[in-house]
């Protein structure tokens, strides 16, 4: 079996030779043998073991309490529950880390949507993020209230073309029209927007907003606060929104 000295325990195990001999002097790390010179030397089991020290020295544990773990009958069953509960708290860690991660990159893309980015920006996009997720489950609502129309007017443009019947087209159209009308004032009194200037949330009229160049996630507005006429980033409404009749 391999032996080690001081100094080749300190470097295996990530410490200091100083550490290694303070651990010896307070009896929790004792060397297995001393050579003729009177040199410790350290076993494969002690270097283990120094390993588990510094382990639970790492979770905040006090000399006395690793004395007092290691001289138990089955040190093993409290150390492996301290190891469950370390390795817990390092994928929670992680899964925070992770978020903080997807925060900042939504944060990074979320500048993209402003024509000139300042600090009041971040509080801009922050917002954003936050209604989020109560967006993309409108837009979700949107994308399935759509669905049977688009069913029925593919059904009726094939039918008409294959078979001649055209009736199930006009059915579609004279359906759809009220569909648009109830949709766009469904919308627009759900969406409102953010100015990139003056950053007040606003909900333009259903002419302005309708009309308007937009984008996936901007239209084209003029802010009813700062008169400013340019891209302004989507958000649900809210009882903070100023309207613009």
């Known amino acids: ?13 990530g410490v200091t030779v100083r550490t290694v001999q303070y651990y010896d002097t307070r009896g929790i790390l004792m060397p297995s043998e001393l050579s003729e010179g009177g040199r410790r030397l350290y076993s494969e089991d002690d270097v283990k073991r120094m390993k588990i020290i510094c382990f639970l020295r790492e979770l905040g544990l006090s000399i006395d309490s690793i004395s007092q773990i290691l001289s138990e009958e089955d040190p093993g069953s409290v150390i492996s ?23 900042l990159s939504e944060l990074k893309n979320g500048i993209k949507d402003f024509d000139e980015f300042s600090v009041e920006s971040i509080g801009d996009i922050a917002y954003i993020m936050t209604q989020k997720e109560k967006l993309k489950k409108m837009r979700l609502n949107m994308l399935a209230a759509g669905i049977p129309l688009n069913i029925l007017q593919w059904s009726s443009i094939i039918l008409w073309i294959t078979q001649g019947t055209w009736w199930l087209f006009l059915v579609w159209v004279i359906v759809v029209i009220p569909y648009i009308i109830f949709f766009v ?14 950053h007040t949330v606003f909900q333009p009229s259903i002419k302005e907003g309708f009309f308007a160049n937009h984008t996936y996630a901007t239209r084209k ?7 400013h006429h340019g891209f302004c980033v989507e958000v649900p409404a809210n009882t903070e929104v100023m309207p613009n009749a």
């Open 1 to 13: 079996m391999s032996k080690f000295t001081t100094g080749e325990m300190a470097k295996l195990c």
């Open 81 to 103: 529950l301290l190891l469950d509960r370390q390795e817990e708290m390092l994928k929670k860690e992680i899964g925070e880390r992770e978020e903080q991660l997807k925060k």
């Open 185 to 198: 004032r469904w919308y627009f009194r759900k969406m409102a927007f953010i100015c990139p200037q003056c």
């Open 221 to 227: 507005l003029i802010c009813p606060s700062c008169g």
